[in-house]
């Protein structure tokens, strides 16, 4: 029996967070050991009682809002590892699951040895639609390519291997984390998941996919556009609050950290930077066209 500890950190979205647990409560377990422990980074909202309440057997972390996303992911490892699990599974709490998709996952890690597994992200409200699945790394188109027009119909129909793994749904071996520590949360107080996955497959574990295993987001929500804000707030968002959307220092990180070399990251962030200036001026994004990922990633599939 595999035991797997699941982890998010919440911040004042006590009706999504209740969502995903009753979600979580409803999978398969059959011949797995599953524990949840729940980071609650100073909810002002009841999230903490409520959960309480509805699911006392969750392991409920209280901290005092300063965590942001990564540190708050790292908190609720360090909790994961005194329970001796086989495997981590990092999530959000703004996501509903398959009732099979976790032993999908698993299968695929006992399967495949030194393998972290990402779950197939599904939009909730288009759930045909993929979601921030295997973008590809394109060094003069300024970095990670995500996708717009994928589906169901247009991905492999096994394991494929990417470079890296969006931090929605991710299962990491302990043994992965033994190695390679937590996710960097003084670069990154956000999206630490961006560094983490890619830092391990330079490692030597294998990033794939498993597309039977089904979880559904929520579509993100759009930042506030930077040109709407005062001095001050731009000033700090491009600048200074590493946890900003907007932020350059952290967006420059992440492609120098990201990247399969240094080299590549440092010349698609300027690349980045030249085709996002451009495209203020002209007032439009230009229009890509996409091959079906079965196509862009016909080699990646995972051989027996």
């Given amino acids: 029996?595999?035991?797997?500890?699941?982890?998010?950190?919440?911040?004042?979205?006590r009706e999504i967070t209740l969502l995903c647990l009753r979600s979580l409560s409803r999978i398969d377990t059959e011949s797995l050991n599953?524990?949840?422990?729940?980071?609650?980074?100073?909810?002002?909202?009841?999230?903490?009682?409520?959960?309480?309440?509805?699911?006392?057997k969750v392991e409920l972390i209280k901290a005092d809002g300063n965590l942001w996303f990564t540190e708050g992911m790292n908190v609720g490892v360090r909790a994961a590892?005194?329970?001796?699990?086989?495997?981590?599974?990092?999530?959000?709490?703004d996501q509903v699951f398959d009732s099979k998709f976790l032993q999908f996952m698993v299968e695929t890690a006992e399967k495949y040895p030194r393998s972290v597994i990402g779950s197939l992200l599904?939009?909730?409200?288009?759930?045909h639609k993929l979601f921030q699945v295997s973008p590809k790394?394109?060094?003069?188109?300024?970095?990670?390519?995500?996708?717009?027009?994928?589906?169901?119909w247009t991905i492999p129909k096994i394991p494929w291997e990417v470079g890296i793994i969006v931090g929605n749904c991710v299962l990491v071996p302990v043994?992965?984390?033994?190695?390679?520590?937590?996710?960097?949360?003084?670069?990154y107080p956000n999206f630490g998941d961006a560094e983490y996955t890619p830092r391990l497959k330079k490692k030597g574990w294998r990033l794939l996919i498993e597309p039977r295993a089904r979880v559904f987001c929520q579509p993100n929500t759009i930042p506030p556009k930077i040109t709407k804000m005062p001095l001050k707030k731009k000033l700090d968002a491009l600048f200074?609050?590493?946890?900003?959307?907007?932020?350059?220092?952290?967006?420059?990180?992440?492609?120098?950290?990201?990247?399969?070399?240094?080299?590549?990251?440092?010349?698609?962030?300027?690349?980045?930077f030249a085709r996002t200036a451009w495209q203020k001026v002209l007032g439009k994004s230009?229009?890509?066209?996409?091959?079906?990922?079965?196509?862009i990633f016909v080699n990646a599939v995972v051989k027996d």
Avoid at 3 to 9: A, H, Q, R
Avoid at 86 to 93: A, F, P, Q
Avoid at 137 to 152: A, H, N, R
């Fill in 286 to 295: 230009p229009k890509r066209c996409e091959k079906d990922i079965s196509e």
């Fill in 137 to 152: 790394w394109e060094t003069w188109q300024g970095g990670w390519q995500l996708w717009e027009e994928q589906t169901i």
């Fill in 175 to 187: 043994q992965a984390i033994f190695e390679e520590g937590l996710m960097n949360s003084k670069r």
């Fill in 34 to 56: 599953v524990h949840t422990i729940i980071v609650d980074d100073g909810s002002t909202d009841g999230t903490s009682e409520a959960i309480k309440k509805e699911f006392p």
């Fill in 81 to 93: 590892l005194k329970h001796n699990p086989d495997y981590v599974l990092m999530i959000n709490d």
């Fill in 1 to 13: 029996m595999k035991k797997v500890e699941i982890i998010t950190p919440v911040h004042n979205r």
């Fill in 122 to 127: 599904l939009l909730w409200d288009a759930p």
């Fill in 240 to 272: 200074f609050n590493l946890g900003h959307n907007h932020n350059l220092r952290r967006k420059f990180y992440m492609h120098l950290d990201s990247a399969p070399t240094k080299l590549q990251g440092f010349i698609s962030y300027w690349i980045f």
